[in-house]
């Protein structure tokens, strides 16, 4: 089955980091580039940033740069996008996008 698999999700204190990651089956996430999004709730999908397959150039949205980095593994067939200096306005579900598909997100939810 061709999908893409999100995964790291959960609670999150203020101020720490998460690191999401996004898999691939059915076919190899090396050879596409990949997007992350979030959709906060009760809000429009935010596009948040890029890689492209091998890795070399990423692309990031308004204010993501600071705190978000996008990498991947192309060994492992993996992409990640790590967030740092959680806050509430960083609650929302994650999703990656490639080969005009998006994976089913993980929820993150930043709270004490």
């Known amino acids: 089955q061709v999908q893409l698999v999100e995964s790291g999700g959960g609670l999150v204190q203020p101020g720490g980091s998460t690191r999401l990651s996004c898999a691939a089956s059915g076919f190899t996430l090396s050879d596409y580039l990949v997007t992350w999004v979030r959709q906060a709730p009760g809000k429009g999908v935010v596009w948040l940033a890029n890689v492209s397959p091998n890795g070399l150039y990423k692309n990031y949205g308004d204010s993501m740069k600071d705190r978000f980095t996008i990498s991947r593994d192309n060994l492992k067939n993996l992409v990640f996008l790590q967030i740092d200096g959680l806050n509430s306005e960083d609650t929302a579900v994650y999703y990656c996008?490639?080969?005009?598909?998006r994976g089913q997100g993980t929820q993150v939810i930043v709270s004490s």
């Open positions: 996008e490639s080969r005009g598909m």
